[in-house]
T-cell receptor, first 110, second 113 residues
Framework: GQQLNQSPQSMFIQEGEDVSMNCTSS?????WLWYKQEPGEGPVLLIA?????ELTSNGRLTAQFGITRKDSFLNISASIPSDVGIYFC??????????FGAGTTVTVRA | KAGVTQTPRYLIKTRGQQVTLSCSPI?????VSWYQQTPGQGLQFLFE???????NKGNFPGRFSGRQFSNSRSEMNVSTLELGDSALYLC????????????FGPGTRLTVL
């Protein structure tokens, strides 16, 4: 079953705004991954994090691996219409099992 | 280079039937993983195949099974379908199974009536 709590579940944002979402868990993870899924497509990897405290950027996206190794967040700066989609976090444990959050649905108002 | 392809894209079945879904990985990729995606549960790992062997398995009942062929193409089978099996089934391929190197296919949308 699901082990990651991802929030918020959905958000409506104004174009140009910054967006934040996060994932928390009671389990410790060795790797955090953030994906984006658009309608009719499979998830696409956005950012991968491998060390506690790591902060990584990919264009307007920034993600951090929490110091406790039990959480991660994703920030999208200056949102644009093509940021619409569902964003998923995923955590990889010691036993190589990958768990996913339920997703955050982002809708951008032009 | 072609991406991961899944067939069929859409499928409607009735309870009790069985279904087979197919996944063709990116050329050269030897690992194929399967996931079930539902609105309430998100993505859940079903199993992973590497070089025709099941290497990892998630917590799904035995009605869910899979196999991989020598050309790395994979199939998953669900027998005795239940309403709760309605979901998007995604497969992902990678060279060696490293999760951050996975590429997902577009999925097969299964509806069980």
């Amino acid at each position: 079953g699901q082990q990651l709590n991802q929030s918020p579940q959905s958000m409506f944002i104004q174009e140009g705004e910054d967006v934040s979402m996060n994932c928390t868990s009671s389990s410790i993870f060795n790797t955090w991954l953030w994906y984006k899924q658009e309608p009719g497509e499979g998830p696409v990897l956005l950012i991968a994090l491998y060390k506690a405290g790591e902060l990584t950027s990919n264009g307007r996206l920034t993600a951090q691996f929490g110091i406790t190794r039990k959480d991660s967040f994703l920030n999208i700066s200056a949102s644009i219409p093509s940021d619409v989609g569902i964003y998923f976090c995923a955590g990889l444990r010691n036993d190589y099992k990958l768990s996913f959050g339920a997703g955050t649905t982002v809708t951008v108002r032009a | 280079k072609a991406g991961v392809t899944q067939t069929p894209r859409y499928l409607i079945k009735t309870r009790g039937q069985q279904v087979t879904l197919s996944c063709s990985p990116i050329s050269g990729h030897r690992s194929v993983s399967w996931y079930q995606q539902t609105p309430g549960q998100g993505l859940q790992f079903l199993f992973e195949y590497f070089s025709e062997t099941q290497r990892n398995k998630g917590n799904f009942p035995g009605r869910f099974s899979g196999r991989q062929f020598s050309n790395s193409r994979s199939e998953m089978n669900v027998s005795t379908l239940e309403l709760g099996d309605s979901a998007l089934y995604l497969c992902a391929s990678s060279l060696s199974g490293t999760v951050n190197e996975q590429f997902f296919g577009p999925g097969t949308r299964l509806t069980v009536l």
